[in-house]
């Protein structure tokens, strides 16, 4: 007998018909279109080390997180790879029409696709894996494509949350238990690295807040555990933002205040570094509506273990401490089968919420969906009017099993968040947590992405910083500095890379932003180059740029734009930024400091010789009351981080 | 001028901003992305619409080609990724395998003397399962070895030639009912 395939083949060939002549000439054409617009949105001839042009097919926030896929992303077990094509599916997610709000798209990007193609070529762009450089047996194989629904867990769990109990500052809780991480899966999200701008030529910067804490809390991991943390999982402003700031409350009826200062810069004489902090409103607390919660707990197999499903059992254990008897409950667990553990119940039947916690046992694999769709589904039937409902998402990334389109995970959580559910991720665990995920999950579900890898932390996020996780006082809050180029030759954002806004976005109430809660901060820094300052780094322009037309001596003009929670349109507050260099407070200090760590554990190019030792004495002259120990903490961790360098 | 530079080479320097590289580079290999194309969706117009789609996205996606894979290698993967996307936004698997199907119509109409074949050939693809239709496209169509499939298709060389063994299998279970020419 022949061989079959011998006859298929023949058969092929045969079949085969030649390319039509007239597609072809357009295709090529088209295609040949397609390349000079993405060379016209290319920086120059040479790509810009700063912000390469291979980010050119990004279209969106949850598009930067391709990026994740390192090369050492690649080299990571299944899980990873599993997280790797539930990510690369993110950015088409929002490409529908839509009529909610768009997901943030990323400057420098949006020009890069040929738009005829959009449709059918958005999706494959990105779910080609990188080429042939990945061990074979990592490469999504068609059947891990079609089954590869699964998202990887994701350590991110809402932030800091000003406490609904502030009265007394709680000790911390324990020493973090050093945990080495297991096989390496893990997925974080991050961007290069801001780059210098030219006032004169690029005078408006302009991102979304960000009120994580995730990446804190993964690097101090990391630290304890005996190494320096992988650049990407290090966010400068996660880290920032960690820590509780002495800013002014907003008056009466303002939802936050703004607070501008100007210091000299630690690592550089020539520069100024501007700090723009957000206080938001801390509304009494015996004023807050009734808050209905639905915790929606993997318990997965990898969820087992004291760090995992104990520390997550004893960290709710804590929280609901911190309820009042007039909230709801209610616990939907997700592993293997989605199950509704614990049907609402008022918080102040603690016996019955305890026990349910008490006989969570981990086993099975992971179907998030089919989970998420339970939670939000429990969280509609709970909501009543003017009260707050939230899912609480606590996993440590396993999202494998289950139905399996991740597009359709994404676009449902986005879809949810219209419906008035607030979706924040706690993330537990380290070793196959995907960090980038969860941190998508929260920025679509309007939510806050912490990590929780101590009691201690646990304590910050769910006890002391409670309200502001659960209660939002505004939503898509943006931001957008102008710096006068009278004054300023140069200035650079420092973190906030994966929240960059296009400048048009800004004013564009659809487009998606972070969420502020009450009583949250929110610090951004900027390291700003005076005029005239010889540690400029770029030559000015020899023909020179036009003539400002303004003669204002400030140093740049702050535009803030917000909406009030569950409102479609935007109000916006200006604010001049004075010229104006003040003697730098503990708190200015402070955040310098930690801006530094996040920078040299980034390995930037702009610090210069200051390194580790630097930070730990800026810091430590600089910890001031530090009620709850978390700098005293920090200055800890970057003594570690100096031992690690060499 | 450029009939000797490497593909390689090529997609090297139309990562870098290179346009005539570029449209050389399309040039030489369009029409065999085309017929790959044609294998793994079995239908002309199916077919042009994917070689378009990834001739288009290809600017954007060759920054992130390296040197070291083939060329060929992988623009196959890209095909076969973007053949997997399409299919997968048409849902199911009893649509995607209508491409043969319906070119099997098409066929039928205008060829009476390829019909047997043509028959054969469509209800054969058609009665295959994805993976192994995919791996027959650049076996078979494309005459890749077991080691260059593989690479193609991000599995190991084994399961190339475990499929290639289970094809064959079902193609002489199928035998009987089809008729082999």
Redesign the interface.
């Known amino acids: 007998m022949t061989d079959p395939l011998d006859d298929l083949r023949d058969a092929m060939r045969r079949a085969t018909p030649a390319p039509d002549s007239a597609r072809r000439a357009e295709t090529l054409a088209r295609a040949q279109e397609s390349f000079d617009r993405l060379q016209e949105s290319r920086p120059g001839p040479r790509p810009n080390p700063v912000r390469p042009g291979r980010w050119a097919d990004i279209r969106n926030g949850a598009g930067m997180m391709l990026n994740t896929l390192s090369s050492r992303g690649a080299l990571a077990a299944t899980t990873a790879l599993a997280a790797c094509v539930l990510l690369v599916a993110l950015p088409s997610l929002n490409l529908g029409p839509t009529s909610g709000p768009v997901p943030p798209r990323v400057p420098d990007g949006t020009e890069a696709m040929p738009a005829s193609a959009d449709d059918a070529a958005a999706p494959m762009v990105d779910a080609a894996p990188p080429p042939a450089p990945a061990p074979q047996s990592l490469a999504p194989s068609a059947e891990r494509m079609s089954r590869g629904l699964a998202l990887p867990p994701g350590a991110a769990a809402p932030k800091a949350m000003p406490g609904v109990v502030m009265a007394e500052p709680p000790a911390l809780l324990a020493e973090p238990p050093v945990m080495l991480p297991e096989a390496d899966t893990e997925a974080f999200a991050n961007a290069d690295p801001n780059p210098v701008k030219v006032a004169a030529e690029d005078p408006v910067s302009t991102f979304s807040i960000d009120t994580d804490t995730a990446s804190w809390a993964v690097i101090r991991q990391s630290i304890m555990a005996g190494a320096l943390p992988p650049k990407d999982a290090v966010r400068i402003e996660e880290m920032v933002n960690y820590f509780p700031y002495a800013y002014p409350a907003p008056e009466a009826d303002a939802a936050f205040r703004p607070v501008v200062s100007l210091s000299e810069t630690p690592w550089n004489p020539g520069t100024r570094l501007l700090r723009i902090g957000l206080q938001g409103a801390l509304p009494a607390v015996a004023d807050r509506p009734p808050l209905n919660l639905v915790f929606l707990i993997d318990t997965s197999g990898s969820m087992q273990g004291p760090d995992r499903l104990g520390l997550l059992v004893q960290s709710f254990r804590l929280m609901l401490s911190q309820l009042r008897p007039e909230d709801e409950v209610a616990i939907v667990t997700y592993a293997g089968s989605a199950g509704l553990v614990l049907p609402p119940t008022l918080a102040g039947e603690r016996g019955r919420i305890l026990a349910a916690l008490d006989g969570l046992t981990a086993g099975g694999s992971t179907a998030g969906q089919d989970g998420l769709r339970q939670a939000y589904a429990t969280a509609e039937e709970m909501a009543k009017d003017g009260e707050v409902s939230r899912i609480l998402l606590a996993t440590d990334g396993d999202f494998n099993v289950g139905p399996s389109d991740p597009e359709a995970l994404k676009d449902y959580v986005a879809g949810k968040r219209e419906s008035g559910t607030y979706l924040s991720v706690l993330g537990f665990g380290r070793g196959n947590l995907d960090d980038a995920t969860m941190q998508a999950l929260a920025q679509n579900g309007n939510g806050t992405a912490a990590y929780i890898d101590t009691l201690s932390e646990a304590q910050k996020v769910l006890v002391d910083q409670l309200t502001g996780a659960l209660f939002p006082i505004a939503d898509d809050v943006k931001v957008q500095v102008e710096f006068n180029p009278a004054t300023v030759a140069e200035y650079r954002l420092i973190g906030y890379e994966t929240r960059a806004l296009l400048r048009e976005d800004f004013n564009n109430d659809r487009v998606d932003a972070g969420e502020i809660g009450a009583g949250h901060q929110v610090t951004a820094l900027y390291e700003v180059t005076p005029k005239g300052s010889p540690a400029r780094l770029t030559d000015p322009l020899h023909f020179g740029t036009a003539p400002a037309t303004s003669d204002s001596t400030d140093l740049a003009f702050l535009r803030l734009r917000w909406k009030a929670p569950g409102t479609a349109e935007s109000r916006l507050s200006e604010t001049a930024i004075p010229d104006t260099v003040t003697a730098p407070d503990d708190d200015a200090r402070f955040a310098a400091a930690i801006a530094g760590f996040g920078q040299l554990l980034r390995g930037s190019a702009y610090l210069g010789n200051w390194g580790f030792g630097d930070a730990v004495a800026l810091a430590q002259g600089a910890t001031g009351e530090d009620p709850y120990g978390y700098r005293h903490e920090a200055v800890k961790l970057m003594r570690l981080a100096e031992s690690m360098e060499h | 001028m450029r009939m000797n530079t490497s593909d390689e080479d090529l997609a090297a320097a139309?990562a870098?901003?290179d346009?005539a590289a570029?449209?050389a580079l399309?040039?030489r290999r369009?029409?065999a992305l085309?017929?790959l194309c044609?294998?793994l969706t079995g239908a002309?117009a199916e077919a042009?619409?994917l070689?378009?789609?990834?001739?288009?996205?290809?600017?954007?996606?060759l920054?992130?080609?390296?040197s070291?894979?083939?060329f060929t290698?992988?623009l196959y993967?890209?095909a076969?990724?973007?053949a997997?996307?399409?299919r997968?936004?048409r849902a199911t698997h009893a649509k995607a395998a209508a491409g043969w199907g319906d070119?099997e119509i098409a066929?039928q109409a205008e060829m009476a003397e390829?019909k047997v074949?043509?028959d054969?050939?469509a209800a054969?693809m058609a009665a295959l399962p994805?993976?192994l239709r995919?791996t027959?496209?650049l076996t078979?169509?494309e005459e890749l070895t077991h080691a260059e499939a593989?690479?193609v298709?991000?599995?190991?060389?084994g399961?190339v030639s475990w499929r290639?063994s289970e094809?064959?299998r079902l193609?002489?279970a199928l035998?009987p009912k089809e008729g082999?020419?």
């Open positions: 139309a870098s901003g346009r570029f449209a399309l040039e369009y029409d085309f017929a044609f294998r002309r042009e619409d070689t378009q789609d990834i001739c288009l996205a290809l600017p954007a996606k920054a992130r080609y390296e070291r894979a083939r290698t992988w993967r890209v076969v990724n973007a997997h996307d399409r997968r936004r070119w066929r390829a074949q043509a054969w050939l054969t994805d993976e995919d027959l496209a078979l169509g593989a690479e298709l991000g599995i190991a060389p399961t290639l094809a064959r193609l002489r035998a082999t020419p």
